[in-house]
């Protein structure tokens, strides 16, 4: 069964990290292009990140610098290194590959 399991997810203040991570079951996520989405209440869902199945590595302009997007083929997950959090970051993330495949979705809140 092709399946995606994110966790990590929580509740930290601003300037503070969290490390999301993505499992994957059913495929292989050094095969496939895996991308990190949030979506924040009322908002449209955001592209944050993604890594192509050669390594290359894309992010969006409001988390570049700060988010490190990153792949362990031996566990088979993808992890998602946020640093210096905003408010702004606050969003249900999700970990999604061939456009098909979704997480439940993990949700980040950052507040003081």
């Known amino acids: 069964q092709v399946q995606l399991v994110e966790s990590g997810g929580g509740l930290v203040q601003p300037g503070g990290s969290l490390r999301l991570a993505c499992a994957a079951s059913?495929?292989?996520?050094?095969?496939?292009?895996m991308n990190w989405y949030r979506q924040a209440p009322g908002k449209e869902r955001e592209l944050v990140a993604f890594?192509?199945?050669?390594?290359?590595?894309n992010y969006a302009d409001s988390v570049k610098g700060r988010f490190t997007i990153s792949r362990d083929n031996a566990k088979n997950t993808v992890y998602l290194q946020m640093n210096s959090l905003k408010p702004e970051d606050t969003a249900m993330y999700y970990c999604?590959?061939?456009?098909?495949?979704w997480g439940q979705g993990t949700q980040v809140t950052v507040s003081s």
């Open positions: 999604n590959a061939r456009m098909t495949i």
């Open positions: 059913g495929f292989t996520v050094s095969t496939s292009r």
């Open positions: 890594i192509t199945m050669y390594g290359s590595l």
